[in-house]
């Protein structure tokens, strides 16, 4: 018998709103909600109201769950990032277990999945899926995401791709997923399409690419700043400095295009790395690389004074790829070396 495991963490997936005019309540205990909260959902729950392909003991499937945490995404720090990254090790390290389904809220969605596809040097396919609309409302996209979620982590042919994220009927990869809507069914863009539903069908269209595996970072990974500048008409080189200045261990430059800034840029990421502060050099658009082609402060002198560049990776996984390499404290040229093996 398949045995898929459900870890549940919060999100709208796990939202009851109570109506927009009934009054709120706190789960069991009853208490009246301010206006605007959410009632949590256990994952048990969840995974009952997702159909009969849920349902353990139905077709030579068994669905077991437990809730990590329960809390809107956008209230996640490092520190609960690593506790959901280490209960996937967990159950992915039970033999029992042939698949794993992570129930996350949408806002950072992208960021613990990539987390998850970093340290998980196992088989086991862990997919993660949650909805645009809260489990009591009329059209709620919770159980069919988490059903296909299911069958996505119940099937071989996922075994080895790492994290991937299931929304709409489209399943991708991880790596490069980026929330991109705030209200479509299907939120995700960026990530490698690995398989599409056709019905019940799932067709299985390409394996992404994986780089290496990091260990699970230590607990100090939770205290870990990475701060990210984003570079628009006018911005001041500042804030480079005063990132630093308030304790970040590293730097994330959001760059305009192909990865440039404005004036004085260069001379910030050049005081920063002789610091031994390292600077990711990432791109604000949507899609495309790092490609230094422009000098006068462009991607060229921000690379020559010292900022590794983000490749592919967008601004918020490339802040988790930092961190993880931070949080064991290595040199900058450590820190380089691994990150550009890594991006």
Sequence with gaps: MTHVHILGTGGTIASRSGGHDAPEHDGDRGHALPKGSVASVGVGELAANAGSTAEPGRGGLEVTSEDVLTVGSYRLGLGELREIAAAVLRSAGDPDVDGIVVTHGTDTLEESAF?????????????????QRAADHADTDGPRNLRQSIAVAADPRFRGMGALVCFDGLVQSARGARKAHTLASQPFE??????????????????????????????????????????FPGSAPEALLHAAERGAAGVVLAGTGL????PGFAEAVADLTRRGLPVVLASRALAGPVLPVYGNGGGVDL??????????????????LAACLLAGRPSLTDFTRRFSELR
């Design 303 to 320: 690379i020559a004074a010292g900022a590794v560049s983000a490749g592919r990776l967008n601004p918020f996984q490339a802040r988790i």
């Design 115 to 131: 987390l998850v596809d970093l340290v998980n040097d196992t088989e086991t396919p862990v997919v993660f899926t949650g909805a």
């Design 259 to 262: 990865g440039n800034a404005g």
């Design 190 to 231: 960026g990530g490698a399409v690995v398989a599409e539903f056709a019905g019940e069908e799932i067709d299985v269209v390409a394996r992404p690419e994986r780089k290496g595996r990091v260990p699970l970072p230590p607990a100090a990974f939770g205290e870990t700043r990475v701060d990210i500048v984003t570079a």
